[in-house]
């Protein structure tokens, strides 16, 4: 089984000055990060390569570097599971509509987004939309959050929410 942090939008330094203990802790558990974009430094792809290979997209507020280090636009395969991976910015729809869009013509399972700091899971048509929403700013949400997805002959994922940023 194959466990892999999921985390998106978290706009280090402008938001927090680091990442909170409860997502670290899971980091140190896991197999595989994946960053649905806004880090907004490469200092948070290197505090994550600490403890998994980390992967992931750029998001509207990245700088140039973190664009042309990570791309716009992701598609993995983890054992059977292919998963595409957006941040979800753009003009007109929702973010979750953009989000689906982008892989209308890509055959995945599941695609993680950004961009709206909302949590959200929600299968369509056969596909399972993700949001882990932000662990370090939340928003308009009651809680923080991040999610984790595990893999094997099945897959599961789901949100670990918290109310501290420590």
């Not at 998106?8 to 409860?22: C, E, F, G, Y």
């Not at 802790?25 to 974009?37: K, Q, R, S, T, V």
């Amino acid at each position: 089984m194959k466990k892999i942090v999921i985390l998106s939008d978290t706009h280090i330094p402008a938001r927090a000055r680091h990442l909170p203990k409860i997502l670290l802790n899971a980091c140190e558990e896991a197999d595989l990060i994946i960053h649905a974009g806004d880090w907004q430094t490469l200092e948070v792809f290197y505090e994550l390569s600490a403890y998994a290979e980390t992967v992931g997209v750029a998001g509207n507020v990245d700088p140039w570097e973190i664009v042309d280090r990570f791309g716009k636009k992701k598609i993995l395969t983890v054992e059977n599971l292919r998963i595409g991976i957006i941040h979800g910015d753009g003009l007109r729809k929702t973010t979750e509509q953009r989000a689906m869009e982008a892989f209308e013509h890509d055959e995945v399972d599941l695609i993680i987004f950004g961009h709206s700091h909302t949590p959200l899971k929600k299968e369509t048509g056969g596909v399972t939309l993700f949001n882990p929403g932000s662990p370090t700013d939340k928003r308009m949400q009651q809680q923080y959050s991040f999610g984790i997805l595990e893999v094997g002959e099945e897959w599961t994922v789901k949100h670990i929410h918290f109310d501290k940023e420590i």
